[in-house]
């Protein structure tokens, strides 16, 4: 006879840094398992259209964050066993470690869902719930939260994961601040003598002068 497999619940893990090695509290873990869950992969794709063309023809542009939604049961009328009896507390236990501000790293926690196949870093980005099923006295006894997670990639593992060092590939860059053409030339192409060659077919007069926000086209070097 086959041994019944452990019931494994979903648990929500939270992090002050971005590599997940920094444990920002105890973990939580939910009651009741949700139903079902969906996870959301998109493509993003440049679709602006040159002047006297009869269609766009859409560039790729970058990969879309991944998302994580689902629902999440809350239940306090004595039926789910772990329940502390108090509904308000224990969405108020959920958005402690997922949803609030964490002052020491100025931002909502870094989270790790974990629930069988699913390890998914992330961070929340929306959480509604709907009350429902009351005491006389208008306290709720069960409350249904839709959660949505967006998938966070640290910058080195991101980088590791791309692989677009190459200058063989084309290469869009927004500008920031402190930036300058020549260093990301040599960031693109390994040599800072190519920022005329970037600036020109970006239509960019002065190049000592671009906007931070300015989306550049690096070409690929032509061997």
């Given at each position: ?125 929306s959480i509604d719930v709907n009350f429902s ?91």
């Open positions: 006879m086959a041994t019944p497999s452990k019931l494994e619940k979903l648990t929500v893990y939270a992090y002050k840094d971005s590599a997940f090695s920094q444990s920002a509290g105890d973990p939580y873990q939910v009651l009741i398992n949700p139903e079902k869950y969906s996870h959301n992969y998109s493509v993003g794709y440049n679709t602006e259209q040159s002047p006297g063309t009869a269609a766009p023809s859409p560039k790729f542009e970058k990969m879309g964050a991944e998302k994580v939604g689902m629902e999440l049961v809350f239940d306090a009328t004595g039926i789910i066993p772990g329940s502390s009896g108090d509904v308000l507390k224990d969405v108020a236990k959920f958005k402690a470690i997922a949803y609030e501000f964490n002052g020491e790293i100025h931002s909502p926690n870094y989270l790790k869902l974990s629930w069988g196949s699913l390890i998914f870093n992330c961070h929340l980005i099923l009351f005491k006389p006295d208008g306290t709720p006894l069960r409350a249904k939260a839709t959660v949505s997670f967006e998938g966070y990639i640290d910058e080195k593992t991101l980088a590791l994961k791309e692989k677009k060092e190459s200058p063989d590939l084309t290469h869009i860059i927004i500008f920031k601040s402190g930036d300058t053409l020549p260093n990301l030339c040599f960031k693109t192409y390994g040599s800072v003598f190519y920022y005329r060659a970037v600036a020109k077919v970006n239509n960019i007069i002065n190049y000592r002068n671009i906007k931070p926000g300015t989306k550049l086209f690096f070409p690929p070097i032509k061997k």
